[in-house]
């Protein structure tokens, strides 16, 4: 799995857990939805994303 696929599949999961809490537990849940919304608008543009960079020194540790 490419580090693309693999931010892709965090940003959804994230969101989708979010929203779950955001339903059964606070509507401040939707604030983490929007944040996470937010970095992947930011990172299309500035190519600066965390969890690549996360990512990446985990890769290359293992």
Known sequence: MTIDNKIRAFAGTFIL???ILSQYHS???LYFTA???FNLLQSS???FCPLEMILRRVSNKS
């Open 17 to 19: 857990i979010s929203l």
């Open 27 to 29: 509507p401040y849940w």
């Open 35 to 37: 944040f996470v919304g």
């Open 45 to 47: 543009f500035t190519k």
